[in-house]
């Protein structure tokens, strides 16, 4: 059985979708689950967590309908703005919603490097565990240093990072992206995603030698319990086709045992995402 922990969908906006660069053009449309679901039927894809891409609230909505029509969405990790003062009250509106596991913010985005630290971001993140929700952390390496404080602030709470913390792969960093990631890693509540590094490597060039320091170093890290496959589908399509990020998965897999890759290709991610 394989979970895919880590994908998006889109109805493409050039204004709302501005992230998408000149060198990012094949992803400028609009990706729905019928796509995906072709993937998965190719590649043995079981289900998948859909992650939010735009921050609204209306992007909850736009997820849980697909997953209502979709039975392989089996969970969402939507947006809610944790510096608002009725964050207690969303929380519990979204508590209803059982698809809804978790949240993320796009803290990559963010040029405050200490924004997870900030006094309203850090109340409203106290509201999560209570509720059951998960956290996705998605940062650039030099926002990492704040992500240790943050973590261990909130020892009950369940945090995953997001594509190994985007190391800058294509410019062959490492150590310092090493150091983060060793330190946060001894923090039992956080989890790491085997994802999105196709994207962080150069787009034409990358092989697996590319990446395999990394993903040694995140296994050393986080352990076979606590690491999970994703595929950051479609994003990934600017680099290689959903069975080239897959390819990358199971030969990191073959170093695995056999109880070990069940941990990583669903176990896991049903765990920390409570999924059905």
Known sequence: MIIDSHQHFWK???????????????????????????????????????VQADQTEEENLFLLELAQKNNFIKGIVGWVDFQSTDI??????????????GF????????????????????????LSKHGFTYDILVFPHQMGAVLEFVQAFPDQKFVIDHIGKPYIKDGFFA??????????????VWCKISGMITE??????????????????????GPSRIMYGSDWPVCLVAGQYG??????????????GIEQDLFWHKNAKEFYNLK
Request: proline content about 3%; charged content about 25%.
């Open 104 to 127: 993320r913010h796009i803290v990559q985005g963010e040029t405050d490097p200490n924004f997870l630290l900030r006094a309203a971001f850090f109340s409203g993140m106290g509201q």
């Open 12 to 50: 493409y906006e050039p204004v709302k979708h501005a992230w998408i660069s000149d060198d990012m053009q094949a992803i400028r449309q609009d990706f729905l689950p019928e796509m995906l679901k072709k993937e998965y039927d190719t590649h043995g894809i079981d289900g998948c967590v859909a």
């Open 88 to 101: 207690d009250e969303k929380l519990s509106f979204y508590a209803e919603e059982e698809k809804i596991k």
């Open 176 to 189: 310092g992206w090493a150091n983060q990631m060793r330190a946060i890693g001894t923090c039992k509540n």
């Open 244 to 257: 080239a990020v897959l390819s990358v998965a199971k030969r990191f897999a073959t170093d695995l045992s």
């Open 201 to 222: 490597a150069d787009f034409n060039t990358w092989d697996y030698q590319d990446l395999e320091p990394y993903l040694n170093l995140v296994l050393e890290s986080f």
